[in-house]
């Protein structure tokens, strides 16, 4: 598809375990971003990756979180020894090349449901 | 972090009728996006506002950017069921590649 994808669609987990959600960008572009949206809230922003480097990392909110991104394509987002407060949904956006004025086109999400 | 406030929170309306939403900061912004995000899906781009004083329309929605270009406001004009959805404003700021967004106007149109 020309779209942005994220899989899983949806993931219920137990709390310990550990997770992987994984973004397929649009091809060709170079910046790739994971937000998370809890319920009835905003976005908030993780990470963002120019090409295979993440420049910024400030906004992943514990070192349980990390994130990589591989062949200036595909990235992952791992969350290690999962919480009640990590459920939430993930969404992963790319845009052809950084800078604030750029349409982020996004990804419909990974719901994520931490038990 | 520069805030973003949206209001209001939550709109309910009977289709035909007009309504502005409201996105509000104490910080300037290189640029101001609105998206619209329906459930299940990911935020979609219905304007980018760049220069203060701004006004943007979009068929029956009108967008505007405030001359100081710390707050934005859309306007939507005999809204239809369609038009439901959550309404966010992301702002660009001085990093120069990430946007903040408030938390959204979440907005009901019922027949």
């Known amino acids: 598809g020309a779209g942005v994808s994220q899989s899983p669609s949806n993931k219920v987990t137990e709390k310990g375990k550990d997770v992987e959600l994984r973004c397929d960008p649009i091809s060709g572009h170079t910046a790739l971003y994971w937000y998370r949206q809890r319920l009835g809230q905003g976005l908030e922003f993780l990470i963002y990756?120019?090409?295979?480097?993440?420049?910024?990392k400030s906004g992943l909110p514990s070192d349980r979180f990390s994130a990589e991104r591989t062949g200036e394509s595909v990235s992952t987002l791992t969350i290690q020894r999962t919480q009640q407060e990590d459920s939430a949904v993930y969404l992963c956006?790319?845009?052809?090349?950084?800078?604030?004025?750029?349409?982020?086109?996004f990804g419909p999400g990974t719901r994520l449901t931490v038990l | 972090t520069q805030l973003l406030e949206q209001s209001p929170q939550f709109l309910s309306i009977q289709e035909g009728e007009n309504l502005t939403v409201y996105c509000n900061s104490s910080?300037?912004?290189?640029?101001l996006q609105w998206y619209r995000q329906e459930p299940g899906e990911g935020p979609v781009l219905l304007v980018t506002v760049v220069t203060g004083g701004e006004v943007k329309k979009l068929k029956r929605l009108t967008f505007q950017f405030g001359d100081a270009r710390k707050d934005s406001s859309l306007h939507i004009t005999a809204a239809q069921p369609g038009d439901t959805g959550l309404y966010l404003c992301?702002?660009?700021?001085?990093?120069?590649?990430?946007?903040?967004f408030g938390k959204g106007t979440s907005l009901l149109v019922t027949p």
């Open positions: 992301a702002g660009a700021g001085g990093s120069g590649y990430a946007l903040n």
């Open positions: 956006a790319s845009t052809a090349q950084t800078g604030g004025a750029r349409e982020q086109f």
């Open positions: 990756f120019q090409g295979n480097s993440a420049p910024d």
């Open positions: 910080s300037v912004f290189s640029s």
